[in-house]
Protein backbone atom coordinates (compact mmCIF):
# COMPACT_ATOMS: atom_id res chain seq x y z
CA UNK A 1 0.00 0.00 0.00
CA UNK A 2 1.19 3.28 -0.53
CA UNK A 3 2.88 5.19 2.03
CA UNK A 4 3.83 9.13 2.76
CA UNK A 5 6.21 9.46 5.79
CA UNK A 6 6.78 12.58 7.26
CA UNK A 7 10.02 13.23 9.17
CA UNK A 8 12.21 16.58 10.78
CA UNK A 9 9.99 17.92 12.83
CA UNK A 10 10.73 19.22 16.27
CA UNK A 11 10.91 21.91 18.37
CA UNK A 12 12.96 25.29 17.66
CA UNK A 13 13.27 28.77 19.15
CA UNK A 14 11.92 31.51 16.33
CA UNK A 15 14.10 32.31 13.95
CA UNK A 16 15.04 28.91 13.56
CA UNK A 17 15.14 26.24 10.64
CA UNK A 18 13.72 22.77 10.05
CA UNK A 19 13.78 20.80 7.35
CA UNK A 20 10.35 18.50 6.84
CA UNK A 21 10.79 15.46 4.36
CA UNK A 22 8.27 13.37 3.16
CA UNK A 23 8.97 10.02 1.68
CA UNK A 24 6.87 7.96 -0.52
CA UNK A 25 6.78 4.31 -0.81
CA UNK A 26 4.79 2.65 -3.28
CA UNK A 27 3.79 5.99 -4.94
CA UNK A 28 5.94 7.35 -7.27
CA UNK A 29 6.33 11.19 -6.44
CA UNK A 30 8.14 11.94 -10.29
CA UNK A 31 5.13 14.55 -12.00
CA UNK A 32 2.72 15.10 -9.59
CA UNK A 33 1.69 17.67 -7.54
CA UNK A 34 2.78 17.16 -4.16
CA UNK A 35 1.58 19.42 -1.12
CA UNK A 36 2.42 19.89 2.58
CA UNK A 37 -0.44 20.85 4.52
CA UNK A 38 -0.76 22.11 8.40
CA UNK A 39 -3.02 22.08 11.03
CA UNK A 40 -2.90 23.57 13.98
CA UNK A 41 -4.95 23.27 17.14
CA UNK A 42 -8.88 23.90 16.94
CA UNK A 43 -7.88 25.41 13.03
CA UNK A 44 -8.48 24.09 9.88
CA UNK A 45 -5.94 22.31 8.17
CA UNK A 46 -4.71 24.74 5.30
CA UNK A 47 -2.19 23.93 2.07
CA UNK A 48 1.26 25.45 2.75
CA UNK A 49 3.41 25.11 -0.63
CA UNK A 50 2.50 22.68 -3.40
CA UNK A 51 4.92 21.49 -5.94
CA UNK A 52 4.62 19.91 -9.41
CA UNK A 53 7.24 17.52 -9.50
CA UNK A 54 7.82 17.56 -12.91
CA UNK A 55 7.26 20.51 -14.35
CA UNK A 56 9.14 22.36 -10.91
CA UNK A 57 5.97 24.58 -10.58
CA UNK A 58 5.79 25.58 -7.23
CA UNK A 59 3.16 27.79 -4.97
CA UNK A 60 3.14 29.45 -1.52
CA UNK A 61 0.70 30.75 0.92
CA UNK A 62 1.05 34.28 1.49
CA UNK A 63 2.27 33.90 5.25
CA UNK A 64 5.30 31.41 4.08
CA UNK A 65 6.11 33.54 0.98
CA UNK A 66 9.81 33.79 1.21
CA UNK A 67 10.55 31.82 4.22
CA UNK A 68 9.65 28.04 3.13
CA UNK A 69 10.90 26.22 -0.01
CA UNK A 70 9.24 23.28 -1.29
CA UNK A 71 11.66 21.17 -3.13
CA UNK A 72 12.68 17.34 -4.64
CA UNK A 73 14.61 14.11 -4.97
CA UNK A 74 12.81 11.72 -7.22
CA UNK A 75 16.17 9.83 -7.15
CA UNK A 76 14.85 9.11 -3.41
CA UNK A 77 11.49 9.47 -4.38
CA UNK A 78 11.03 12.51 -1.23
CA UNK A 79 9.77 16.12 -1.33
CA UNK A 80 10.96 18.53 1.17
CA UNK A 81 10.06 21.62 2.83
CA UNK A 82 12.75 23.89 4.38
CA UNK A 83 11.39 26.41 6.82
CA UNK A 84 13.19 28.88 7.47
CA UNK A 85 12.32 32.51 9.76
CA UNK A 86 10.33 30.18 11.99
CA UNK A 87 7.63 32.25 13.70
CA UNK A 88 5.23 30.66 16.55
CA UNK A 89 2.03 30.73 14.41
CA UNK A 90 3.97 28.65 12.36
CA UNK A 91 2.97 26.15 14.89
CA UNK A 92 1.54 23.05 13.90
CA UNK A 93 0.99 19.00 12.60
CA UNK A 94 2.96 19.19 9.22
CA UNK A 95 1.32 16.72 6.65
CA UNK A 96 2.04 15.59 2.77
CA UNK A 97 -0.32 14.82 0.20
CA UNK A 98 -0.29 13.36 -2.45
CA UNK A 99 -2.28 12.30 -5.71
CA UNK A 100 -4.61 15.16 -6.41
CA UNK A 101 -7.18 14.62 -7.92
CA UNK A 102 -9.21 17.52 -7.90
CA UNK A 103 -8.39 21.13 -9.25
CA UNK A 104 -7.71 22.99 -5.94
CA UNK A 105 -4.39 21.83 -4.65
CA UNK A 106 -5.64 23.79 -1.16
CA UNK A 107 -8.40 21.49 -0.55
CA UNK A 108 -7.40 19.05 1.84
CA UNK A 109 -9.55 16.41 0.98
CA UNK A 110 -8.82 16.67 -2.69
CA UNK A 111 -5.68 13.76 -2.21
CA UNK A 112 -6.20 10.12 -2.33
CA UNK A 113 -2.69 9.87 0.22
CA UNK A 114 -1.53 10.93 3.25
CA UNK A 115 1.06 10.90 5.43
CA UNK A 116 0.93 10.77 9.67
CA UNK A 117 2.47 14.20 10.23
CA UNK A 118 5.23 15.50 11.97
CA UNK A 119 4.70 18.32 14.80
CA UNK A 120 6.53 21.70 14.72
CA UNK A 121 6.63 23.64 17.42
CA UNK A 122 8.16 27.43 17.28
CA UNK A 123 8.56 29.26 20.49
CA UNK A 124 8.96 32.45 21.25
Known amino acids: QVQLVESGGGSVQAGGSLRLSCAAS????????ITWFRQAPEKEREGVAV????????YYIDSVKGRFTISQDLAKNTVYLQMNSLKPEDTAMYYC?????????????????WGQGTQVTVSS
Open 97 to 113: AADLWGDDWSTWNNYNF
Open 26 to 33: KYNVSNKY
Open 51 to 58: VHTGRGNT
